[in-house]
């Protein structure tokens, strides 16, 4: 490879360390001065994509030049032919995957990029969906052409095993069914919109949470205690769904209260909706209401209803609507009941 070694460097071994070396350090200084001349034409870029693809793919290309400069430092050494023929396959299988994993990232980060950019001016959440499935779709596929591939570099004819697999595919696909279906319940619940990336939802009493990531096999809830719940998707397909996130963000929330009798029903209205009209995060329009909704045993019952900007806040709105309310009515002289019974001693 460098004939001028030949002269001074007679053990092939060394020789070999050496071009690999060279070869090797080239390599990396010529994508040194790439990166550096590419961040210099991207650095006026608004986006960050450009960043974070040169931040991903700087280890494989690494790694990618170490393995070039081991082919050619093959040539150095003196094996027999089938030594070099079984090295050289698995220099080619180790930059086959490689590339896929370089592929995949350019995929990943430009072309997802750029999509998450358009989903985000969107309203909907199905789009992050959508990615979400298509990119474990993507590394699939990648990894089956990647085996594919090498296993074509090892002799192995692979046309004969793709008309094998199409003969075997409806055994396949009956063994598989339960994963397949999980599949295609996952796309039609993306494609749906039944359920979105970032939704809060309720299945029952005790499965809650927010979607986290809806995947080929399972969607993945996480819980308000921080845990998290996989459910197959056509299990979750065929679940009736209580959705807060649709079809707006937009919640109402509902505070049940109490007063004493005589107390007077117009300024406790007046008070408690002064309150709530307060406390941030709550909607103008629909206008917030209190209906007096019973005259029960110790007290006269009232529901305080408004709407809140997203189902994210609407908790934390109750809380502090309990809490002036309680305060408001405190300070106003108005009685808070609480359940008690009288008893009558006959002598």
Do not use: C
Request: proline share 3%; no cysteine.
């Amino acid at each position: 490879m460098i004939p001028i070694l030949d002269e001074y460097v007679t053990n092939q071994y060394i020789r070999a360390f050496v071009v690999f070396l060279v070869v090797g350090l080239s390599l990396r200084v010529l994508l040194y001065l790439a990166e550096k001349l590419a961040v210099k034409f991207t650095s006026k870029t608004k986006t960050d994509i450009d960043d974070k693809l040169f931040e991903r793919s700087s280890s494989p290309l690494t790694l990618l030049a170490i393995l070039l400069a081991l082919k050619v430092t093959l040539g150095e050494l003196t094996f027999s032919e089938q030594i070099v023929s079984v090295l050289t396959n698995i220099i080619y299988s180790i930059i086959v995957v490689v590339l896929a994993l370089l592929l995949y990232i350019i995929i990943d980060v430009v072309l997802m990029g750029l999509l998450k950019q358009a989903a985000s001016k969107t309203k909907s959440n199905i789009d992050d969906s959508i990615l979400s499935l298509f990119r474990s779709i993507m590394y699939i596929g990648l990894v089956v052409i990647s085996f594919l591939y090498i296993l074509s570099l090892w002799g192995v004819e692979i046309t004969p095993l793709l008309a094998g697999l199409g003969i075997a595919g409806l055994a396949v696909a009956l063994a598989l069914q339960p994963i397949l279906s999980n599949i295609f319940s996952g796309a039609a619940i993306v494609l749906d919109g039944t359920v979105r990336v970032g939704d809060l939802i309720y299945l029952d009493a005790d499965t809650r949470g927010k979607i986290e990531k809806v995947g080929l096999r399972a969607t993945r809830i996480k819980t308000f205690d921080n845990e998290y719940i996989i459910i197959p998707n056509n299990k979750l397909s065929d679940s009736n769904i209580q959705n807060l996130a649709q079809p707006e963000p937009k919640s109402r929330a509902m505070v049940p209260f109490g007063v004493a009798y005589g107390s007077d029903v117009d300024k406790v209205k007046k008070l408690v909706i002064n309150e709530i009209k307060k406390i941030p995060h709550v909607e103008k329009d629909p206008e917030i209401v209190v209906r007096f909704t019973e005259m029960a045993d110790s007290s006269l019952n009232f529901k305080a209803y408004y709407y809140v900007d997203s189902f994210e806040n609407r908790v934390g709105t109750i809380d502090e609507a309990n809490t002036r309310i309680y305060n408001t009515l405190n300070k106003a002289g108005i009685e808070i009941p609480f359940p008690q019974m009288d008893v009558n001693l006959k002598k």
